[in-house]
C-alpha cells in the first residue's frame, strides 16, 4: 500500500511555483519533506535525539547540506569518482540555514538534532540554496521537535529596477542585488549578500520585499502542519531551576560586575576582574552545594553578567572597554609590510589584527567551481585563515573550519566587485588573523584593500568595514559600532557591513 501524500502549494505569483510534499519519503526520521520547484526537488530531514547527554548546556545542532552529481547527471570530478567533503558553496548554504535556525529552538533544549538536506534533482533554473532554508523550517513543522517559530529564506535580486524573489543564476548576473533573507511570519532574523553599491533605502526595500515572500511560505507550512496532523511537541528534560540559587548568585554578583563594566578595560583585565568575582561567589556555597548544583551556579554568574552588562550599555551609554556607541577602536595600519610578496598590508583596530597578502597570478591559476548547481572559474577569491593563538588558545588544528569559509566568503563578496573589470590578473586575497576581539572579517576587508592597492590593483574605490550590533530590552535600545568579541556573545545582533 502506498502511503498518502500531503501537499502544499506556494505561488510565487510569477508563473512559477514552489510544493512541499511529505508524507512518503524517510518517514524513520521525525519530519521529512520533499521540496520542489520546477525540476529541482531538494529533500530535508530533521531528527533530534530523546534525550540531552548530561553536562551540555547548548544545543548541539548539526545543520547539513549536501548536492549529489547525480542530480545534474554528472560525476564528481577526481580520481575516486565519489562525493567527499562539501564544498564551499555547501558549506555556505548550511551557514546560511543554521544562523537562522538556531536561536529559534527553546533555550533549556539541549538534545543533539541535526537537519540534513539534500539536492536529489537539479534545474539549472533554480537556484537550490534559495530553497534550503523553506526545506529545514518544513522538516522540523512535521515532526515533534520543539521548535517554535517556523522560518523561511528566500533569495532577492533586483534586474532592471524590479525586485524578483529566487531568480535563476542567468537572471541573478543581470542583478545588481543579491540578497539572502531568513525571517520569521513577524521578524527578520538573517540578511546576508552583495550589492553593486545600493542606497540604504533601496536594501531595506528590498528586505521588506522578501519578508513578504516569506511570510507567503511560512503559511503554506502552517497548512501542510494541519493536513499531515500537528504532532504533539515531545516532552524533555529542561535544565534544572533553583531560584533561590539564582537570587543568592544574582544579589551578590550584579552589583560588582555592573561596577567593573561600566569603567571600560582590556579583554584580559576585564576576564580576570569577572573571574574573581565568580570566585567571590562560589566562596558563599558549601563544598556540598558546589558539587550538588555547581553547574547552576555558573550559569546564574553568567546571566547574571550577561544582564549586568547589557544595562550598563543601555543606562548609561558605556560599553565593556570605556567607549560610547558611536566609537570606534584605535586603528592603526602599515603597508607593504612583507618583502617578498606582491602586495600586503597589516590593519590592527583595538585588538583584532589581520595580515593581509595578495598575490597576482595568469588565468592558470583561477580557482575551479565545479558543484552540481554551479561550474566554471573566480579570477578573484580570497581566503581567511583563523588560527587559534589569534585568541590567546592552545587548540588542534581541524582543517578550514565552516567558519573560516563563512568569513573569507564575506570579505570575498565586500572586495570582489571593486576589482575593474579589465583586470587581467587571477588574484588571490590571504588574511591570516593575527589577534581577535571581535569583527576580524571586517578588519580583512580593510587590510583587503591596502593590500590590493600595495600590490598595484586599480581598485574601482576602497572598500572598507565593520560590525554593529545591537542591544535591546524591548523598549530601550542601542546600537553599537565596531562591536569587541564580548559584544557578540552579549548583544542581539551581529550585521556586519561594508561598503
Known amino acids: 500500500m502506498i502511503p498518502q ?28 519533506v520533499v521540496v520542489r520547484m520546477g525540476d529541482t526537488m531538494i529533500l530535508a530531514t530533521a531528527v533530534s535525539a530523546r534525550t540531552s547527554n548530561p553536562g551540555v548546556d547548548f544545543l548541539p545542532l548539526t545543520v547539513d ?55 536529489m534533482s ?17 522538516a522540523l513543522a512535521v515532526s515533534d521537535i520543539p521548535f517554535y517559530n517556523l522560518i523561511s529564506e528566500v533569495r532577492v535580486a533586483r534586474i532592471d529596477g524590479k525586485l524578483v524573489i529566487n531568480p535563476s543564476r542567468e537572471e541573478l548576473e543581470k542583478s545588481d542585488i543579491d540578497m539572502m533573507i531568513g525571517a520569521s511570519m513577524d521578524s527578520v532574523a538573517m540578511v546576508e549578500g552583495e ?41 524533555y528534560e529542561g535544565e534544572k531551576e533553583n ?39 562560589k566562596a558563599l556555597f558549601t563544598e556540598e552545594e558546589l558539587a550538588a548544583d555547581g553547574d547552576l551556579v555558573s550559569k546564574y554568574f553568567y ?60 588565468s592558470r591559476e583561477a580557482n575551479q567551481i565545479d558543484s552540481p548547481s554551479e561550474q566554471g572559474e ?15 588558545e592552545a587548540k588542534p588544528l581541524r582543517g578550514t573550519s565552516r567558519r573560516e569559509v563563512g568569513h573569507g566568503n564575506l570579505a570575498q ?25 571581535g569583527s576580524s572579517s571586517m578588519a580583512t576587508v580593510c587590510a583587503g584593500t591596502m593590500a590590493l592597492m600595495d600590490a598595484g590593483v586599480q581598485m574601482v574605490k576602497p572598500v572598507s568595514g565593520i560590525a554593529m550590533g545591537l542591544i535591546t530590552d524591548g523598549e530601550k535600545f542601542a546600537v553599537l559600532s565596531d562591536i569587541l568579541g564580548d559584544e557578540d556573545h552579549l548583544g542581539d545582533m551581529d550585521f556586519k557591513v561594508t561598503g
Not at 551578590?252 to 579583554?267: L, M, P, R, T
Request: glycine content about 6%; overall charge neutral; charged content about 30%.
Open 413 to 437: 563578496r565586500a572586495l570582489k566587485n571593486m576589482i575593474p573589470a579589465d583586470c587581467p590578473y587571477t588574484i588571490r586575497v590571504v588574511s591570516e588573523v593575527l589577534e581577535s576581539n
Open 378 to 392: 573566480e579570477k578573484f577569491y580570497l581566503h581567511y585563515n583563523f588560527p587559534p593563538f589569534s585568541t590567546g
Open 122 to 138: 537539479h534545474d539549472e533554473n533554480v537556484m537550490p540554496d534559495a530553497l534550503a532554508g523553506l526545506a529545514a523550517s518544513a
Open 65 to 119: 547540506y549536501r548536492e549529489k552529481f547525480a542530480a545534474a547527471g554528472r560525476f564528481p570530478g577526481g580520481f575516486f569518482k565519489r562525493e567527499a567533503r562539501p564544498s564551499d558553496s555547501e558549506v555556505l548554504t548550511m551557514r546560511l540555514v543554521d544562523r537562522v535556525l538556531r536561536p529559534l529552538f527553546p533555550d533549556d533544549y539541549h538534545a543533539e538534532t541535526q537537519v540534513m538536506i539534500q539536492l
Open 195 to 235: 550589492m553593486k553599491e545600493i542606497s540604504e533605502a533601496e536594501m531595506i526595500e528590498a528586505i521588506k520585499f522578501a519578508h513578504e515572500a516569506i511570510k507567503v511560505q511560512i503559511q503554506a507550512q502552517y497548512r501542510l502542519q494541519e493536513a499531515f496532523g500537528k504532532k504533539e511537541i515531545r516532552t
Open 303 to 362: 546571566k547574571t553578567n550577561k544582564e549586568a552588562v547589557r544595562n550598563v550599555v543601555l543606562e548609561l551609554g558605556v560599553r565593556l572597554d570605556g567607549r560610547k556607541t558611536t566609537d570606534i577602536r584605535p586603528i592603526w595600519c602599515e603597508t607593504d609590510y612583507l618583502p617578498r610578496v606582491h602586495g600586503s598590508s597589516l590593519f590592527t583596530r583595538g585588538e583584532t589584527q589581520a595580515l593581509a597578502t595578495v598575490t597576482l597570478g595568469t
Open 5 to 32: 501524500l500531503f501537499v502544499e502549494k506556494i505561488d510565487l505569483g510569477d508563473g512559477r511555483s514552489i510544493t512541499i510534499e511529505t508524507g512518503r519519503l524517510a518517514k524513520q526520521a521525525d519530519g521529512s
Open 243 to 281: 531560584e533561590e540559587i539564582y537570587k543568592k548568585v544574582k544579589a551578590a554578583a550584579y552589583d560588582k560586575i555592573y561596577a567593573i563594566a561600566k569603567v571600560g578595560s582590556a579583554k584580559h583585565e576585564r576576564g580576570a576582574a569577572f573571574a574573581e568575582v565568580k570566585e567571590e561567589v
